[in-house]
C-alpha cells in the first residue's frame, strides 16, 4: 500500500462545498461523502485537522454591506461554522471515527475550547480534529482560521477542498477557456489576485512555509489522493515541496 505523503496535515472545507448543488444549508450526502473520505484518511494513520467554513449559512461580509455592524455579522458566521462542525462529527461518529470539535468561542456544551496542545494530542491519539468558531475574532476568515491552525499544530500542507478542481485564470463557470494552474508560488498568488486565499492568509501561509493544494471535495477519494502525494488540483508553495 502506498504510505502517505504527508503525516499531519489541515483539511479546509469551505462552507459551500458542504451546500452541495443547493447553494445554501448543508446537504446530508455531501457531508456523508466527506465523511467517508475522512474515514479512510484516518485509517491510513494521518494526524487530521478539519477547518470548516460556515459560508452556506452565513457569510459576515455580506451582512455587513447590508448595514450590519461588521463584528457581529463576523459572530453570527462563526456560529455558523460550529453547525457544520457538528453535522461533520455526527456523520463521523455514525461511521465509527473516533473525532473531537473544538471552537474558538467557548460552548462547552457542544464542543471543547480551542487549546493546542490538547488539539495535537488528540491527533497523536489517532482522533480526527474539527476545528470551528473561526479564530474567535471578527474581520478574519476561516482561511486564515486554516492557516493558523496549520501553524499552530505544525501541520505539513492544508489542503482546501473546494467546489472546483483547482485554481483557474478567470472563473470557469463564465470562461470555459480559463486556463487552470498546476502549480504556483505564495507570491504570483498575490499579484494576480487569484481567488485561493484571502491575502492575510497567503501571507501566513508563506511565512511558515506551509504549502497549499486546492482542489475538487466533490470527486470521491480525492481527498486520500490529496494526502498521498497525487497531482491533482493547484498547488500552491514557494518553490519546494511539503514539509513531509
Known amino acids: 500500500m502506498k504510505k502517505p505523503k504527508y503525516k499531519r496535515v489541515i483539511l479546509k472545507i469551505s ?4 451546500a452541495g448543488n443547493k447553494g445554501y444549508g448543508i446537504d446530508p450526502h455531501i457531508v456523508n461523502s466527506v465523511a467517508d473520505q475522512v474515514e ?3 485509517k491510513l494513520g494521518v494526524q487530521l485537522g478539519i477547518v470548516v467554513g460556515g459560508g452556506n449559512i452565513w457569510r459576515g461580509v455580506a451582512g455587513s454591506t447590508q448595514g450590519m455592524d461588521r463584528a457581529t455579522a463576523d459572530y453570527m458566521g462563526m456560529l455558523a461554522t460550529v ?3 457538528l453535522a461533520l462529527q455526527d456523520a463521523l461518529d455514525k461511521k465509527g471515527v473516533s473525532n473531537r470539535v473544538q471552537t474558538a468561542i467557548e460552548m462547552k456544551e457542544v464542543a471543547e475550547p480551542f487549546i493546542r496542545r490538547r488539539a495535537v494530542r488528540h491527533m497523536e491519539k489517532g482522533r480526527v480534529v474539527i476545528f470551528a468558531g473561526g479564530t474567535g475574532n471578527p474581520y478574519f476568515s476561516t482561511d486564515t482560521t486554516a492557516a493558523l491552525r496549520a501553524a499552530e499544530i505544525e501541520a ?3 489542503l482546501m477542498a473546494k467546489n472546483v478542481d483547482g485554481v483557474y485564470e478567470d472563473d470557469p463557470v463564465k470562461n ?4 487552470r494552474f498546476d502549480k504556483l508560488t505564495y507570491i504570483e498568488v498575490l499579484n ?3 481567488a485561493v486565499m484571502d491575502a492575510t492568509a497567503v501571507s501566513l501561509c508563506m511565512d511558515n512555509q506551509i504549502p497549499l493544494l486546492i482542489f475538487n471535495l466533490n470527486e470521491a477519494g480525492n481527498i486520500k489522493r490529496a494526502i498521498l502525494g497525487e497531482c491533482i488540483g493547484t ?3 514557494g518553490g519546494f515541496i511539503g514539509r513531509s
Not at 176 to 179: E, F, I
Request: proline fraction near 4%; glycine fraction near 18%; aromatic fraction near 4%.
Open 15 to 18: 462552507g459551500g462545498a458542504l
Open 40 to 42: 479512510e484518511v484516518a
Open 83 to 85: 453547525i457544520n462542525a
Open 156 to 158: 505539513k500542507i492544508i
Open 176 to 179: 470555459p477557456k480559463a486556463k
Open 192 to 194: 494576480k489576485g487569484l
Open 235 to 237: 498547488y500552491v508553495g
